[in-house]
DNA sequence: CGCGGGTTTGATGATGCTCAAGCCCGGTGG
DNA sequence: CCACCGGGCTTGAGCATCATCAAACCCGCG
């Protein structure tokens, strides 16, 4: 059942029989179809999901009441709430499947089960986290260096596939302008 | 000599006389002078560091040959270019003293061996890199909420400190805009 | 066939940058 | 103790980037 991920993992670190079945029992999964969410803002976020297949997006209410997306996250990708995952207190933001997707779901409390029982996952994740915080570092970089426009350049050069799997208007927000800047832009660049 | 180390760990695990041995001796410490580096833009880094006292940033040079802050860090706070420690890779940014400080180093090599001895510091780690994507998320969720004015009036707001303790043009830096702009808004906001 | 979500187009205007100059003030050398 | 740097902060004019708003358009789906 949770092949997706147990591939993954196998790229960081091995695994054997036994603790592969230990994951196996600590997991949920579950099918979303496409606008189903994962979590709602508001909600505490209890889980740290992983996306086995499909393409999901963090986001949140702005104050002029408009979505703003923070985040994606496609095959081989973990995404939560984090400071909601922490502390425990209500998510600021909502996940939703922008696909139909299969995600597996870790509750907190497994997690740390997993932990003590299989040392090899908490490195995988622990690696996985790392990863993270170097992305973020990067996408810091980017975003005080680039004009919005070197910006779109950047990412369709950088994800190109993403440029066919998601709406203009959602990567517009994700990029952080506006769907008819994004249109001008696509003009402008042909 | 980690005494403000240990004081920051023992707020999240504890730890035995023996494990703190295992820690000293296992850190080195750095005192800087103001403008000294601790890593330079083309090196690669290899120690994460523990600010025990003053103030760091970490920048990189952009197109236009100017410095880009693109953190800070202060008293109890972690600091590394992520993506050069994981990779060994040259890095792309440079870390300096902004103040007299106060900093102990830990080798990638030597955290492993830590992680291996000393579980409890693991779990610290964990929960300091844990923090710090919940700070990644809630940074961007900010940089998508508010325009250079709102934001830098939410920052003195939430950080009164460091509006003292940083000359102007690094804050303006910091916050994405020309020590200009940032005289403007001083002089408008008052 | 018609509806509605998504994209495009264009006019207008605000936000925030650039460049050039002046000013303030603390440190340094005479 | 004074004079003079020079780095950092301020001021202002002009300009580029990008948002807003309103309208038209396109196209897949019921």
Redesign the interface.
Known sequence: MLSELLAHIGKFVNLNTREENLLTEHFTNTGLNKKEYLLKEGQVCKHNYFVAQGCLRMF?I??KGTE?I??FAIENWWIN???S??KQTPS??SIQAVEDSKVFCLHKDAQQILYDKVPSF?QYM?SV??????A??????Y???YSKEEHYINFIQRFPEFAQRVPQYMLASFL?FTPEYLSELRKKLT
């Open positions: 949140f702005n104050e703003q923070t985040q709430d984090t400071m995952l922490i600021e933001f908490q622990h986290e790392q990863h993270a915080h170097a973020a570092q990067m996408r810091m970089k975003l005080y260096s952080g």
